[in-house]
């Protein structure tokens, strides 16, 4: 049987996490957004021309070109095509005030999932997520998907995306696309650089405010960090030998082991570098900072059906 074919025949039944699709009060995004994110953001922001080079970028892409692709080689997931990922996200987006995005599988069996458009949003997720998570963190997964759409992320990874990943218009021919001027200039290679390392930390913390939507939607911190341990390689076959409370200890070990010696920090720098996402041990361990914060029964407040 086809990994589709038995994901559609098991059941969203776990009971910690509330699928009311009743109307309800959207959730402050002020609330969940991490001040990182908004620094980060904002030292984005202020790179020289930043704008010029999001307008340049927001004329060349053809997000309906990118809406034939997805059509054309993914399954889209309506009511009727896998119906309990469509109410996941229904309830997800009810939850947290946005509209609903396009969905679609596609076949990949790395564990993924991502949010692309600047007008449009679609959410795609890979057939790797169906293997080695169970409904409750593929939840988990979608609600930070949708997280990112509730923080204005999505214009800002998409075109970030197109900057690095580009192809013609990638960030090695950005001087070419924006200005004559710029063109083998020191002033180019500059803002490559300062674009790509500003991009890259603006992203990593950018996934921290869709982590703590992904709590907020969840109820608890316990999907959120069980997707973290299988991501980090518990897989749906040793569930009974491995222990959240244990992973959660590691990240916290971690945090320890690079909060004062200098050298261990720089080794954490340089293996983020060009990363678009925290390690893992990091995430984990604001995951769970933020499900003890005050913050987070604020939300709570929000949250309840």
């Given at each position: 049987?086809?990994?589709?074919?038995?994901?559609?025949?098991?059941?969203?039944?776990?009971?910690?996490i509330k699928r009311?699709?009743?109307?309800v009060t959207?959730?402050?995004?002020?609330?969940?957004?991490?001040n990182?994110?908004?620094?980060?953001l904002?030292?984005?922001?202020?790179?020289?021309l930043?704008?010029?080079?999001?307008?340049?970028?927001?004329?060349?892409?053809?997000?309906?070109?990118?809406?034939?692709?997805?059509m054309?080689s993914?399954?889209?997931?309506?009511?009727?095509q896998l119906?309990?990922?469509?109410?996941?996200?229904?309830?997800i987006c009810?939850?947290i005030?946005?509209?609903?995005?396009?969905?679609?599988?596609?076949?990949?069996?790395e564990?993924?999932?991502?949010?692309?458009?600047?007008?449009?949003f679609?959410?795609?997720?890979?057939?790797?997520?169906?293997?080695?998570l169970?409904?409750?963190?593929?939840?988990?997964?979608?609600?930070?998907?949708?997280g990112?759409?509730?923080?204005?992320?999505?214009?800002?990874?998409?075109?970030?995306?197109?900057?690095?990943?580009?192809?013609?218009?990638?960030?090695?021919?950005i001087?070419?696309a924006?200005?004559?001027?710029?063109?083998?200039?020191?002033v180019?290679?500059?803002?490559?650089?300062?674009?790509?390392?500003?991009?890259?930390?603006?992203?990593?913390?950018?996934?921290?405010s869709?982590?703590r939507?992904?709590?907020?939607?969840c109820?608890?911190?316990?999907?959120?960090l069980e997707?973290?341990m299988r991501?980090?390689?518990?897989?749906?076959?040793?569930d009974s030998?491995?222990?959240?409370?244990?992973?959660?200890?590691?990240?916290e070990?971690?945090?320890?082991?690079?909060k004062?010696?200098?050298?261990?920090?720089?080794?954490?720098f340089?293996?983020?570098?060009g990363?678009?996402?925290?390690?893992?041990?990091?995430?984990?361990?604001?995951?769970q900072?933020?499900?003890n914060?005050?913050?987070?029964k604020?939300t709570?407040l929000?949250?309840?059906d």
């Open positions: 049987m086809s990994i589709y074919r038995k994901y559609c025949a098991k059941r969203w039944s776990n009971k910690t009311n699709l009743s109307t959207p959730i402050d995004s002020q609330l969940y957004i991490h990182t994110d908004r620094m980060a904002k030292s984005l922001q202020a790179i020289p930043f704008d010029k080079i999001c307008s340049k970028l927001l004329s060349l892409m053809n997000e309906p070109q990118r809406r034939i692709i997805d054309s993914k399954i889209q997931i309506t009511e009727d119906p309990n990922i469509y109410r996941m996200v229904k309830s009810c939850k005030g946005i509209d609903m995005p396009d969905l679609y599988l596609e076949l990949d069996r564990p993924n999932a991502y949010t692309y458009g600047t007008e449009k679609s959410i795609t997720i890979n057939s790797g997520l169906l293997e080695c169970e409904d409750d963190e593929i939840y988990a997964v979608l609600a930070h998907e949708c990112h759409i509730a923080c204005n992320h999505v214009l800002y990874l998409t075109i970030g995306d197109f900057i690095l990943h580009g192809g013609s218009y990638g960030i090695e021919k001087g070419n924006l200005s004559k001027s710029f063109v083998g200039g020191i180019t290679t500059t803002i490559e650089s300062s674009l790509e390392l500003a991009y890259y930390h603006w992203q990593r913390c950018s996934e921290i869709a982590d939507i992904a709590t907020i939607c109820g608890s911190a316990k999907p959120v997707c973290m991501l980090a390689g518990g897989t749906t076959h040793i030998e491995i222990n959240r409370d244990l992973f959660v200890e590691q990240s070990k971690y945090i320890e082991l690079t004062e010696n200098k050298i261990n920090k720089a080794l954490e340089w293996l983020t570098k990363c678009t996402h925290p390690l893992l041990a990091v995430r984990a361990f604001e995951i900072q933020f499900a914060s005050d913050e987070f604020k709570l929000y949250s309840r």
